[in-house]
């Protein structure tokens, strides 16, 4: 039999993980930057995007040939710009942390580790089979766009309907 105490004592629910705790594990946003900038501060952004997409046109990393080059291993042209673009992004995670280095405004940058789960391996595959048809990854989509390759609308559609239909299923899906 319970006492007086124990039938006062609320009683402790353990909830699944809301949305935002499930964020938080994956450690999603965890640098986003908490100062408030007028809306031209983002011309940058612009500026960047521009030149970054005349250099892969430049590099012809989003000709449908050189995808399709890479995928039928005919060619190392993507496979030395993707290695190259590794190693620079290796590079750059060690120099910020071993120098500690900050953002342009001052914040710090917390690099926080990574879990590996079977999830990434069938959202690889998924990526790279929808980069073998389409000939087209979604970071030049854009790009392909801008230079008159219209019919990528279709591919970019495509790409935001799976980023949607993943927000919808990612409870139900392995991680």
Not at 24 to 53: P, Q
Not at 73 to 79: C, K
């Amino acid at each position: 039999m319970e006492t007086k105490e124990e039938m006062t004592q609320p009683v402790i629910v353990k909830e699944a993980n809301t949305d935002f705790e499930v964020r938080s594990l994956d450690t999603i946003c965890i640098n986003e930057s908490r100062i408030e900038h007028s809306w031209w501060h983002l011309l940058k952004y612009l500026v960047a995007g521009l030149l970054f997409g005349i250099l892969l046109v430049k590099a012809e990393v989003i000709s449908w040939f050189r995808i399709q080059e890479m995928f039928r291993l005919q060619s190392f042209h993507m496979y030395g710009v993707i290695g190259a673009a590794v190693v620079t992004g290796m590079i750059s995670v060690w120099l910020i942390k071993k120098f500690k280095v900050k953002t342009i405004y001052g914040e710090p940058i917390d690099l926080h580790p990574k879990q590996f789960n079977r999830g990434q391996i069938y959202g690889g595959l998924l990526f790279g089979a929808g980069w073998a048809l389409t000939g087209a990854c979604p970071g030049p989509l854009y790009a392909l766009i801008g230079t008159g390759a219209t019919v990528i609308i279709v591919t970019l559609i495509s790409a935001i309907a799976g980023t949607w239909v993943y927000g919808r299923l990612r409870e139900k899906l392995p991680h």
